[in-house]
């Protein structure tokens, strides 16, 4: 595992008058996959928008390798390096698969090519000119990750990326994101299945009423399996 | 010669070709207007007002600069357009997180203030502009006498209005457009200049109604008021073909001036407000439009 | 929601700020025309039944969240059936009875009160016909419909005989109220119509404030929940449609026996964007805004009569800005910053 890589620093984020972040202070290193996890409403998500610039009201600290972002604009911000896979995938109904697939710019070098794409994901280069959103949930959320890879971002943010899915693709979900680790990429995930997260994760870290509460490593995870259904209310 | 329903052969044709005409102005401003509203989500009611710029600005390069109609149809929907893209920045921006009704009641302001300056310099009455020399002519079909100047208006309008669908349904910028119109926060996330794309977006709505007002200058009365009664009629052209339609607005556009062009021949009294009628006829059995399927 | 539960509230509690506003408001209208102001009662009466028309007109937007877009129509045309009735005096209708013939019904003539009836009704009905149509659709399809009927309305206008056209119909006779009291005068014909005025001003605050009122804002608050609740939302914005409606022909009909003609400028769309700025720069959803929108632009088109070409640029600037820096508009801006209800 290398240096740190993502660095959050009080951040808070208001929806309208609902302050929904209240100061989330946490850091994601270089390679690493951590998953935040925390019930319902905690501030999960909101966290993974507000690091993309996708909330109107935000304060506190946002570094990319040193780099401050939380001045930036939301495409500025995917223009250094970071990108989303969002809640509900965000297919493009009006666009096709392969516009779909094409639409993220290059952002970085590095970036997979559409061969090695299909390679990963053969079912989307059989698909590409039907409508996005005419996919099934499991081939939307492929979509999803794979137009993300297109892009050379390092840092992924994915939102509830198993959400919904059988267990079949779940399975290929994960060994999607092993993959990517393998291959050097940063992933900061939502979960809320936390059984998925525990195949994939490095490093965890628990929401709650919009704070982080706990961390623990990978390898703390059993030690902590009692305190964590506590705080997800299982 | 002949007859067709009591009404001669060469007043049909020559009402049709007047339909399709007007069916050109219906189909290029419904286009501006549906392309402005999938993007801004706001109805621009200033859309006649800058219509009736691109006349003035044809009439003015001409009367004040020497320029003629062919380097107008290039010049004036760039300036016009640009005068576009300055009231976005001024003006619309402020409205994009609020109800749609304050886009429609602004432009609205807009409307009013374009048209009443340009009333008051300008007065009510009209302004002519001449046909150009290329296209004073008439072709002879057989059946009928085709005059040159509306053919042409006909054929620029297909190709503008073809064109411009081909671009957002077909190419990568159009992926962009119809991406951001669905979500534009998301499309902001990737990477893409929402904002920017969005200011352009209108400054190309503006330029296609000022194209129009330049092709309307030699044939309607260039006039303060020359865009405001035909704005209300495309609003109804717009509502029928479905408002997020590009093809609804171009098809509806057409096909609603071919049916007026008929109506002038068959039931003359009838065709100021056939346009309305099939508006609620069309409201009545599908009220999202003929184009748009859903909500 | 606390509006659902309509039963709950209190209708007796009037409260303060409004008390205090309407009596100011009718010792205005009182004082205004008497000395020392001895403000001129032609203008008083042109403002008040434009205070009429803002205020239905704000009925459906500002309680409704409806914004309509050719309100003239019922203004305009309600004018139109008024102006006839007390001039011609008569109503003539087709019906068939082997072949069209047409049934004529005499009405006693110059009959003000029967003359402002008949158009209210015509409003009406036609607020009826209108709304049905343009409720299948919501926001700016909504605007965008009422705004092409309207033109239609006006199109049938200029083609039909009645409404003489370009002309209009000139020379309607106020008559005698009840077949008593000569309106002829501008002291009576004042009278008169402030009572219409402070008449419809007091039903239409019943009708804000009662259930049905409440739930309507329910609704345009957030039309989901309010189906969810079982409420039949589309036969609510009917009503409060046609009661706009309605109310909007009041004020027409009024207007064209206060002032003696009607006209196609009644009906046409730009008198359906003036009522809109009148009650945006009063403030919509504020009951008194629309009043106080409505003498600021009477007021504004009576002072720049003289430079008549500019006053569509003043309007159109205004409405540029309270969209940008004063959509609460002037009543509403200042009721929100004293925590009051107007």
Redesign the interface.
Known sequence: MGSRFLAVEGLQAWYGESHVLRGVTFEVLRGEVVSLLGRNGAGKSTTLKAIMGMVAKRTGSVKLAGRELSRLTSNEIARAGIAICPEQRGIFASLSVEENLELPPEVGPGGLSRARIFELFPNLGERLASRGTKLSGGEQQILAIARILRTGARMLLLDEPTEGLAPVIVQQIGRTIRMLKEHGFTILMVEQNFRFAATVADQYYVMEHGRVVEGFAQAEFDANRDKLQQYLGV | MFEIFGIPSTALFGQLVLGLVNGSFYALLGLGLAVIFGMLNI?NFAHGAQYMMGAFAAVLLLDKLGIGYWPALVLVPVIIGAFGIVIERL?LQ??YK?????????T??????????F??YYGPSGIRYGVPDLLQGEQNLGFMSLPDYPAWVIAVSVVVCFGTWFAIART?LG??L??A???P??????????PRMIMLTYGFGVALAALAGVLAAPIYNVSAQMG??LI??V??V??IGG?GSIMGAIVAGFGLGIVEGLTEAFFP?AS??VI??V??IV??IR?TGLFVRGT | MAAIDAAAIPQSEIPASMKIAFAVMVATLVAAPLPPFQVDPVFLMKALCFALFACAFNLLIGYGGLLSFGHAMFFGWASYVAAHLAKVGAISMPYWSDGWHWLVIPLPPQSPELAILGGTLVAGVLGGIVGALAIRRQGVYFAMITLALAQMMYLFALQMKFTGGEDGIQGVPRGRLFGIIDLSGSVAMYAFVMLIFLAAFLLIYRIVYSPFGEVLKAIRENEPRAISLGYKTERYKLVAFILSATLAGLAGATKALAFQFASLTDLHWTMSGEVVLMALVGGFGTIFGPVVGAVAIVALQTHFASFGEWVPVIEGAIFIACVLVLRRGVVGELAARLHIRL
């Open positions: 109805i003006l402020w409205l609020l109800d749609h009704l304050y886009g429609l009641l602004l609205f302001g807009l409307a009013l203030v374009i048209e009443g300056v009333r008051r990568r992926s962009y119809r991406a119109t669905e979500n926060t998301l499309v902001r996330a990737f990477g893409i200049d929402v405001s009664d209300i009629v609003f109804a717009v509502v408002m009294e100021s407000t309305f009628a508006m609620v409201l009545l009220p």
